[in-house]
């Protein structure tokens, strides 16, 4: 089994800034890929960011490409996204997940974090 707590989440104005972090523990071995996902009230949950866990291949959002960045720290099992000049549009709750392997779906997923942007 794995766990991700996910940390970092507030209420912000605007423009502003926020990093989130996302601690992995357990049985992690095999991991390909992590990323973060957000769910606003009444919408799907959509992918924000991936990284690839051994290259550290990225992919984001369109909504979200040039404002967010992902990264991992593999001895720390972390993984973090920066996020700037914050939108109300960005406010959700975000989750960080995790996939072993192949598999096409993501495996673990954190308990979310609440982003809330004030305009």
């Known amino acids: 089994q794995v766990q991700l707590v996910e940390s970092g989440g507030g209420l912000v104005q605007a423009g502003d800034s926020l990093t989130l972090s996302c601690a992995a523990s357990?049985?992690?071995?095999?991991?390909?890929?992590m990323g973060w996902f957000r769910q606003a009230p009444g919408k799907e949950r959509d992918v924000v960011a991936t990284i690839s866990w051994a290259e550290g291949r990225t992919n984001y959002a369109k909504s979200v490409k040039d404002r967010f960045t992902i990264s991992r720290d593999k001895a720390k099992k972390a993984v973090y996204l920066q996020m700037n000049n914050l939108k109300p549009e960005d406010a959700a709750v975000y989750y960080c997940?995790?996939?072993?392997?192949?598999?096409?779906?993501?495996?673990?997923w954190g308990q979310g974090t609440q982003v809330t942007v004030s305009s």
């Open positions: 997940a995790l996939r072993i392997g192949t598999k096409p779906k993501y495996n673990y």
């Open positions: 357990g049985s992690t071995f095999g991991t390909s890929n």
